[in-house]
């Protein structure tokens, strides 16, 4: 068990010391910023899509190991895959996390990695950061609502703090075109 929690540890720490994704796409579909005030992570999300399918994803993460490595995975995973099973990825890697599943679809990359967070409540919201934000982006893209917007950890559960959200909008580092 030892040697597995040391491999986890190292491939966090790749994540985190060379982040896949972090860049810039030119004009994305859709550009969605969230952050965590209970630690001060940061994830800024831009997505190109093409014929309902993510054909790229840029995660630009400012915080801790987990946060950034998190992000970083995600970059790493959602290109070619479809909108619905980008959510979908989303939902089980948060229920991993919280505790209310075991196990995940075979191909998640290296978020198997992430799995000793949920002994940490605290360190979840880390975890998830990057995946709360893609799952509202991609609920932004199926409305059709503005693609600029940004979400807290502490209000990205529920439909009435998306609309606090919606009148923070940050400030186009990010061009749409």
């Not at 290109?79 to 919280?98: D, I, R, Y």
């Not at 893609?134 to 609920?139: D, F, L, R, S, T």
């Not at 059709?144 to 909008?169: C, F, V, Y």
Request: glycine share 10%.
């Amino acid at each position: 068990m030892a040697e597995l929690n040391s491999l986890y540890r190292e491939v966090i720490l790749d994540h985190f010391k060379c982040p896949r994704g972090k860049k810039m796409i030119e004009c994305p579909d859709v550009t969605f910023e969230g952050y965590n005030p209970v630690c001060g992570d940061e994830v800024k999300i831009a997505i190109k899509i093409q014929d309902g399918f993510i054909q790229d994803v840029a995660v630009n993460s400012i915080g801790c190991a987990i946060s950034v490595a998190a992000g970083s995975m995600l970059a790493e995973l959602l290109p070619g895959k479809s909108l619905a099973e980008a959510e979908e990825l989303g939902k089980a890697f948060e229920g991993l996390l919280k505790g209310e599943i075991e196990g995940l679809p075979e191909d998640i990359g290296d978020l198997e990695s992430l799995e000793g967070v949920s002994r940490f409540p605290v360190r979840v919201k880390c975890a998830m950061l990057a995946w709360k934000t893609i799952q509202h982006a991609v609920g932004l893209l199926k409305e059709g609502t503005p693609s600029k917007e940004r979400i807290s950890t502490e209000d990205a559960t529920t439909e009435a703090s998306r609309s606090e959200a919606g009148a923070e909008k940050h400030n186009g580092a990010n061009h749409v075109c």
